[in-house]
């Protein structure tokens, strides 16, 4: 059973461009969160997907969007990339239907220049 | 005043000792609770979860949940020098976003 997938595993992009993340949820999975943790802190939620819809989003600016497909698989997309946005990105999956444990990608690596 | 707060550490505890993690949260609504391990370089690793006052063991873990208090532990049996690594608390209302301490970065030596 393969668990959390995340690609790619490390990205270097330049101040102002664009980056897209992407994600496929351990088998039998159907909510998709995301995570930026920055170096010596704990992550710091983005959003979260479920049935295609951004159910909750957390206090980041709208450069960030993301999107769910049928296969619950997920993408995140970051706009004008800044400095500060170098950080480890994580995509955790929820098997919902009232269990509440939330699984962790490996993480991409985003390193902005 | 943090949501999930969590002594940074680090801790230092000999192998074959009980380490004990503390977490404290200030949402009451706050229902569920975790542990997670996070070695460097990789992603946390859930190890306990707990949902209801008490004691929760699983293995060499025993995760401890007090809501009047608003208290969440770890304890780790018989630590080994594998258990080395920072271990993050994180609460949830149900099915929404987790709220992250800042991780505790536990040493276990030989």
């Known amino acids: 059973d393969a668990g959390v997938t995340q690609s790619p595993t490390h990205l270097i992009k330049t101040r102002g461009q664009q980056v897209t993340l992407r994600c496929s949820p351990k088998s039998g999975h159907d909510t998709v969160s995301w995570y930026q943790q920055a170096l010596g802190q704990g992550p710091q939620f983005i959003f979260q997907y479920y049935e295609e819809e951004e159910r909750q989003r957390g206090n980041f600016p709208d450069r960030f969007s993301g999107h769910q497909f049928p296969n619950y698989s997920s993408e995140l997309n970051v706009n004008a990339l800044l400095l500060g946005d170098s950080a480890l990105y994580l995509c955790a999956s929820s098997p919902g239907t009232g269990r509440y444990e939330q699984y962790f990608g490996p993480g991409t690596r985003l390193t902005v220049t | 005043q943090k949501e999930v707060e969590q002594n940074s550490g680090p801790l230092s505890v000999p192998e074959g000792a009980i380490a004990s993690l503390n977490c404290t949260y200030s949402d009451r609504g706050s229902q569920s609770f975790f542990w997670y391990r996070q070695y460097s370089g990789k992603s946390p690793e859930l190890i306990m979860f707990i949902y209801s006052n008490g004691d929760k063991e699983d293995g060499r873990f025993t995760a401890q949940l007090n809501k009047a208090s608003q208290y969440v532990s770890l304890l780790i049996r018989d630590s080994q020098p594998s258990d080395s690594a920072t271990y993050l608390c994180?609460?949830?209302?149900?099915?929404?976003?987790?709220?992250f301490g800042q991780g505790t970065r536990l040493t276990i030596n030989p």
């Open positions: 994180a609460a949830s209302r149900g099915a929404q976003k987790l709220v």
